[in-house]
């Protein structure tokens, strides 16, 4: 049986795409096939692994607004060894209002990936950055929920409304859905800060905290220049061992 991960945090910037990318990879490394569904309308994710937004013609855009299209005339296979993706582009901005009118649309996601869901270890789901009806659908589809948080001064801010939007999905559509977890990410260990808001969070937060931090560091963000996940661009690297040790965590975390 399949695991299905969403990687969501509305507030920008915080490592969300890098962490879906490279936790796919590292994934993908240690043995498990892996499935990564970029519901992102900028295509990060997608781009991340050496596909060509704009060139693709059946994305998950297509795949979500049309009734004859099968998942599998989406999905992207082998961009990577034991590594599927779903791809996306800058049209996905448009499913939310296309899809107004539309009975059940909270769980047209989930329905899609229904037939080919058991032919994956993990599906991660890389949320957009924001709580709209793309992020629905993800809860909706998901088993649990990974947040990444940056060690900065605002780390929290705007974590208590996703939260809270995860509580509302489990109540009324989605009653199996979990907090996989909060990863902190950008860690900068010559900072004073980065220890006082991993502690804060810590402190403050009633979730379970990932034992592994993510490095801030220069090769996880030139590696998707290179359409490449860290572990491919330099394995050696702090960032590669950092989403290898994460990829672990999540492996051996039992629900």
């Known amino acids: 049986m399949s695991r299905v991960i969403g990687i969501a945090n509305q507030k920008g910037g915080v490592g969300k795409t890098t962490t879906a990318i490279n936790l796919s990879a590292c994934l993908a490394e240690k043995g498990k096939k892996v499935l990564l569904i970029d519901l992102d309308p900028q295509g990060n994710a997608t781009s991340g692994f050496g596909l060509e937004r704009g060139k693709i013609e059946n994305t998950v855009y297509q795949l979500l607004i049309s009734d004859d299209l099968s998942i599998k005339d989406c999905i992207q296979k082998d961009v990577q060894e034991n590594v599927d993706v779903l791809p996306s582009d800058v049209n996905l901005s448009g ?32 949320c957009p950055p924001s709580l709209n009806m793309l992020t629905v659908n993800a809860l909706t589809t998901a088993d649990s929920v990974l947040v990444p948080i940056q060690c900065e001064y605002y780390a929290l801010e705007g974590l ?33 800060l980065s220890l006082q808001v991993v502690e804060n969070v810590k402190d403050n937060l009633k979730q379970n905290v990932y034992k592994t931090i993510i490095p801030r560091n220069v090769r996880l963000a030139e590696a998707p220049s290179h359409g490449l996940p860290i572990n491919k661009y330099d394995p050696k690297s702090s960032g590669a061992e950092g989403y290898r040790s994460l990829a672990q965590e999540v492996i051996d975390r039992k629900f």
């Open 95 to 126: 499913a939310e209002i296309e899809l107004i009118g539309i009975k059940r649309k909270e769980f047209i996601l989930k329905k899609k990936l229904e037939p080919v869901r058991d032919d994956y270890d993990f599906v991660i789901i890389d």
């Open 160 to 192: 208590s409304l996703l939260l809270h939007t995860i509580s509302l999905v489990k109540k009324r559509l989605n009653a199996s859905l979990e907090v996989e977890g909060v990863v902190f990410t950008m860690y900068d260990s010559r900072t004073n």
